[in-house]
Each structure stands twice: as structure tokens, then as C-alpha cells.
């Protein structure tokens, strides 16, 4: 038996994030005496593909088919399904998000298994499968009890601190036979967002709210970010006035993120904003209004002028690289 994980690349390099999920998988893994199979579909560089050994990995199953460069749900589902015949795996682990919340139910119903989404923990196997996640938009936890035979499970990223061991997987090539149905979306075309840290795979983001008055006043988040090496990121009123685009509105209507230090500028702490930044390690909050609803959310807290903030702030973290170089 083996545990079965999709694996993500862009552009040929795995994100990190998957290997957080095969490193996972090769916990449950471990737990049930199996072994883990990764599935990457595309073209993923070889020696990308080798090194998922070093997270647990000891087989790769590689469909290279350049139409998998993109998500293509019908078609990965298909090939996970392969996948998971060919190495009898009752457990299949993606990620959860864009791609793996688009596969893992189709998976979990052709394989008639039982689906947690948005896993943030290892399955309790003392009473069964029990798979703790996050429900009503954060403010609670549900243990989950997988009972079907085969399961699926999508896990939240950053959830777990990646270990890097030694080892090397054997690489197979998997046939699968696709028609043309599986391949219904054509991408026509791309744009990148360039030249600064992508805010889902961000382990900091500075974020800023209403309370920054203006898209002009945006260079003060710009620059702590940049000083950081952060993601920015900004509340949904922000994006709606196009003060920022809409790619870095986080929240219920937004992106989930779960970086480990979240800034939140200016930003009143609307429970609809919270629901995508809560997962966040540590929370820091710059509010000028010490009512701000957001700091009952936050590790660390500054009641102060974003404006006179910040600057302060950046500056603070500059002196301290340069004198911990
Ligand atoms: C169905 C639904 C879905 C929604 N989805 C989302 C979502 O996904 N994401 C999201 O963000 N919102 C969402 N909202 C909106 C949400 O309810 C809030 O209205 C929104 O988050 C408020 O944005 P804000 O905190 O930037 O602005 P405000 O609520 O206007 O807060 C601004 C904050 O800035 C502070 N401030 C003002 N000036 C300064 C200063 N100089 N220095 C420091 N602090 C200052 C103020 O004290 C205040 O706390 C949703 C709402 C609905 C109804």
C-alpha cells in the first residue's frame, strides 16, 4: 500500500508547499506501514523530481505531458485515479488550494472515499482517522472521522515545518490515456505577477487596510515589505477602490493565507478579513484606534499613526540587518 500525493511545480520547479504535503504523506505513511508515491504531472525538472526523496518520497509516478503545465482538473483527477490503482492507495494527499480543491473531490467520489479539506493536522488513528480542520471561517475546529476505506485529503498549507532528510526517489513514468474531455479549458493567456514575493507562498506579508487613506500612501507598506522580503497583501475595500489589485485581497472573498508573520496596517479586523489571515503564525497589528477589533486577534499589538508607524518600523528593521549581517 501506498500513500499517494499530487505534487505542484511552476515552471518546473516544485513549490514548497508540496513538499510540506509529501512530507506529510510520508508521516501517514509511517503510521500505516505503507510507503509514499508522489504524482507530478508536467514537465517538472528531473532533479526537482529526485529531491522529493529527501521529504519521504520513495517513488515518483511522472505523467510528462506539457498540457499538465496547467491545471487541468478532469485530467489530474484522471491521473491521480491511474496513480492510485496502479500503487493500491487507499490515502491520496493534495494541497489545499487552487489545484488540489479542484481534484480531491473528483478524486474522492470516482474512489467512493471519504474527503477532509483543509487538513491542519496528522490523522489521530487512536479512534479511527480523525483529521482536525478549520470550519466557520476559522473561529472553530472539527475533528473529522474518515470511515470509507479509501480517503482524501487536502492538507492547508504551512502547517508544518519542512525537515529536509537525505534520500533519493525512484522516478516512473505513468501512462495515462486522456481524451480530449479532460482538457476542456484552454488557457489563453498568462500574466505574471513579477518582481515581487508571490503573497500565497509568502512566510511574511505586510498588509495594509482602509485606514492607509490612499493608494499613494502604499510605498510606506511597500518599503517595510521590501526591507522584510515580504508579500503584500490588503483588505477587500483596498482592492475594490483599485487602490491595489485584486490578486492581494485576503480574506473570505479573497485568498487564504497562512505566512508566518501576517502585519496588518491599518485594517479593522472584520471577521470576513480575518477568515483568510487567522491561520497566520503571528499576527502583528498597527491600528491608531486601541478599540480596533483586530487586536484581539493579535500576538503583538502598536495603537499608533500607520504613517509615523511605519517609517519607524522599516528603518528599525533596516539597522537591524546591517548590524546583524
Ligand atoms: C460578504 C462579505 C465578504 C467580505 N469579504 C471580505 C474579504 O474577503 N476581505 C476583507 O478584507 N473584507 C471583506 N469584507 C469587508 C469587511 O466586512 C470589512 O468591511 C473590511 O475588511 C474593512 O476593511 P478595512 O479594515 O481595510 O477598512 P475599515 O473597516 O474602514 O478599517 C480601517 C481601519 O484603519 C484604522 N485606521 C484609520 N486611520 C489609521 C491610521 N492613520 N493609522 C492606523 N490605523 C488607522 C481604523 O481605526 C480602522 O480600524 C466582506 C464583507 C462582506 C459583507
Redesign the pocket.
Known amino acids: 500500500m501506498s500513500v499517494l500525493v499530487l505534487v505542484e511545480h511552476t515552471e518546473g520547479i516544485i513549490k514548497k508547499k508540496s513538499f510540506e504535503a509529501v512530507q506529510y504523506a510520508s508521516h501517514i505513511a509511517k503510521q500505516n506501514g505503507a510507503t509514499v508515491t508522489a504524482v507530478v504531472l508536467g514537465n517538472a525538472q528531473s532533479s526537482e523530481i529526485e529531491g522529493l526523496g529527501a521529504y519521504g518520497a520513495q517513488k515518483v509516478l511522472y505523467v510528462a505531458d506539457a498540457r499538465l503545465d496547467e491545471l487541468h482538473a478532469r485530467a489530474y483527477a484522471k491521473a491521480l485515479i491511474v496513480a492510485a490503482q496502479k500503487e493500491d492507495s487507499k490515502i491520496i494527499i493534495a494541497l489545499h488550494d487552487i489545484n488540489g480543491r479542484a481534484v480531491a473531490p473528483r478524486v474522492a467520489v470516482k474512489l467512493k472515499a471519504g474527503l477532509v479539506a483543509g487538513a491542519l493536522s496528522y490523522p489521530d488513528t487512536e479512534k479511527g482517522f480523525v483529521i482536525k480542520k478549520a470550519v466557520f471561517s476559522g473561529k472553530a475546529f472539527a475533528f473529522v472521522n474518515i470511515l470509507s476505506d479509501a480517503k482524501v485529503i487536502t492538507l492547508m498549507p504551512n502547517s508544518f515545518q519542512l525537515n529536509k532528510a537525505e534520500g533519493k526517489a525512484t522516478v516512473e513514468k505513468l501512462d495515462v490515456s486522456f481524451d480530449e474531455k479532460d482538457f476542456g479549458i484552454k488557457v489563453k493567456q498568462v500574466n505574471k505577477v513579477s518582481g515581487e514575493v508571490s503573497l500565497a507562498d509568502a512566510e511574511l506579508v505586510v498588509s495594509?487596510?482602509?485606514?492607509?487613506?490612499g493608494p499613494e500612501n502604499w510605498g510606506l507598506i511597500e518599503d517595510l515589505a521590501k526591507e522584510l522580503g515580504a508579500a503584500t497583501a490588503?483588505?477587500?475595500?483596498?482592492a475594490d477602490s483599485h487602490w491595489r489589485p485584486h490578486h492581494e485581497?485576503?480574506?473570505?472573498?479573497?485568498g487564504t493565507i497562512r505566512p508566518n508573520l501576517y502585519i496588518a496596517?491599518?485594517?479593522?479586523?472584520?471577521?470576513?478579513?480575518l477568515?483568510?489571515v487567522n491561520g497566520s503564525k503571528t499576527i502583528v497589528v498597527?491600528?491608531?484606534?486601541p478599540e480596533?477589533?483586530?487586536f484581539k486577534a493579535a500576538n503583538y499589538g502598536v495603537v499608533?499613526?500607520?504613517?509615523e508607524?511605519l517609517p519607524k518600523l522599516t528603518a528599525a528593521v533596516k539597522k537591524y540587518k546591517e548590524t546583524h549581517k
Not at 490588503?234 to 483596498?238: D, E, F, K
Not at 496596517?265 to 478579513?273: E, K, L, P, R, Y
Open positions: 495594509g487596510g482602509r485606514g492607509m487613506k490588503c483588505s477587500r475595500p483596498v485581497h485576503v480574506g473570505q472573498t479573497g496596517v491599518g485594517i479593522s479586523g472584520a471577521i470576513q478579513h477568515a483568510g498597527i491600528n491608531k484606534d480596533a477589533p483586530f499608533g499613526d500607520a504613517m508607524v
